[in-house]
């Protein structure tokens, strides 16, 4: 049985395409018998505060309730992603990078001792052997683009978690290109499935 943990971050929930293309991944990956875990950003998650760091670096053993409770919504969502063999994510690009409510989960699961940490050579991902897919849909910006600051990030803190296969499905510039980018996205998901099938 395979964990796909599915993440969308999109602020609107009806046409949206980061959304639709996740989804359509979603579908064409998951089998009889596997488990599906789904976490929609949009409906907020909190910013790291003074109190949660504290709780961070306290030792698990002695954190005090409240402490407990100050991060209880970052273990969890640890928990989804150490739980998860693929991770599937539905991702628009604002401003040229992530959505804020995609930046705040980053911030929640990156976390020392959980899903990094540090060595005397440099910090090491503890998320190893995952597969991620990244469904990112633009209106204006070319991914691989000089003004694509969205996917090197992605690829980069996902990796620093430990998460290195890391794989985008693109519908950029669909203010300009349409129907044709949404179309060469799912040409993309059609042939991660052929090789997947």
């Known amino acids: 049985m395979t964990t796909i943990l599915h993440i969308d971050a999109s602020a609107r929930n009806t046409d949206s395409t980061s ?3 996740s989804s359509a ?3 064409g990956l998951q089998k009889d018998g596997d488990q599906v875990i789904y976490q929609d950003l949009a409906e907020g998650l909190p910013f790291v505060t003074e109190a949660m760091i504290g709780a961070y670096y306290t030792a698990s053993d002695a ?3 409240t402490q407990l409770a100050n991060i209880a919504v970052s273990e969890a969502l640890v928990d989804q992603l150490e739980a998860a063999d693929i991770v599937v ?3 628009p690009m604002y401003n040229f990078n992530v959505p804020a409510s995609f930046k705040a989960w980053i911030d929640l699961v990156a976390r020392v001792g ?3 940490r540090y060595t005397a050579t440099g910090p090491v991902g503890l998320l190893e052997g995952k ?3 990244v469904a990112v849909a633009t209106g204006g910006v070319a991914i691989g683009s000089e003004a694509d600051f969205l996917s090197p990030y992605v690829r980069f803190v996902l990796g620093f978690i430990g998460i290195n296969d890391v794989t985008f499905i693109t519908a950029d510039r669909l ?3 349409g129907d044709d980018s949404v179309d060469s996205a799912h040409a993309q998901i059609q042939s991660i499935l052929d090789k997947a099938a």
Do not use: M, P, S
């Open 19 to 21: 959304r639709k293309l």
């Open 25 to 27: 991944l979603l579908d």
């Open 63 to 65: 954190r005090t309730e």
């Open 89 to 91: 994510i539905g991702l």
């Open 114 to 116: 959980r899903t990094f």
């Open 131 to 133: 597969r991620a897919y």
């Open 175 to 177: 203010n300009a290109a």
